[in-house]
């Protein structure tokens, strides 16, 4: 075999890591987090993000801390995981959440979390027709690149969606811009969104 044949390796370089967990949170605790949206949104304190008016989006931290929560030590774990095979060491963040109810016809615009290293949404409620959330390639030369031919399953397109169910987690960088596509269901679309950050010492 001709030594110009052989391939020595093969690497895929800049690459975005997207996690998908299942996070294993109870009935229970999916109910409580249900509740405490809906109680939030009947409150009426909503602020306006990339949401539009047919999605009431909460106040950062409503229920204070976010240990808080129900079944954040599983989340937190997840987190963690998360950050360490994104290659960081941290031993302490800070991490801020707040929910999105989204009705008939609300969808997110493209956006990004600034000033946080990872960001992610959990989905509490599901119903069919809720809205997928959409990924964009944050690399411009990508905008250059040929398509024609390419795998339609392949990650590496210009944009992936992600098809949510109840109790998914799913968490990225918090630079890669996103978006939700339009919920066409009679019935709430309900994820909590968070935001992790390290804190300095």
Request: aromatic residues 10%; charged residues 15%.
């Amino acid at each position: 075999m001709s030594p110009y044949l052989l391939k020595m390796n093969s690497v895929n370089i800049f690459s975005t890591p997207l996690w998908i967990w299942s996070t294993g949170l109870t009935i229970s605790e999916l109910d409580e987090l249900r509740e405490l949206a809906l109680e939030n949104e009947r409150a009426g304190h909503g602020l306006s993000a990339s949401n539009n008016e047919f999605a009431f989006h909460s106040p950062i931290n409503f229920k204070g801390s976010f240990q808080n929560l129900p079944g954040s030590k599983k989340l937190a774990m997840l987190f963690r995981q998360c950050l360490c095979e994104y290659g960081y060491k941290i031993n302490a963040v800070n991490i801020c959440y707040w929910s999105i109810i989204s009705r008939k016809y609300s969808y997110n615009s493209k956006h990004n979390h600034g000033d946080s290293l990872l960001s992610s949404a959990l989905y509490i409620s599901v119903p069919k027709g809720s809205g997928e959330i959409k990924f964009h390639d944050p690399r411009p030369g990508k905008l250059m690149s040929n398509t024609l031919g390419l795998d339609p399953n392949n990650t590496q397109h210009q944009a992936m969606k992600v098809t949510p169910a109840t109790g998914m987690l799913v968490v990225f960088p918090s630079f890669l811009e996103h978006e939700v596509t339009m919920t066409l269901s009679d019935e709430p679309r309900i994820i909590y969104s968070f935001n992790v950050s390290p804190i300095n010492s």
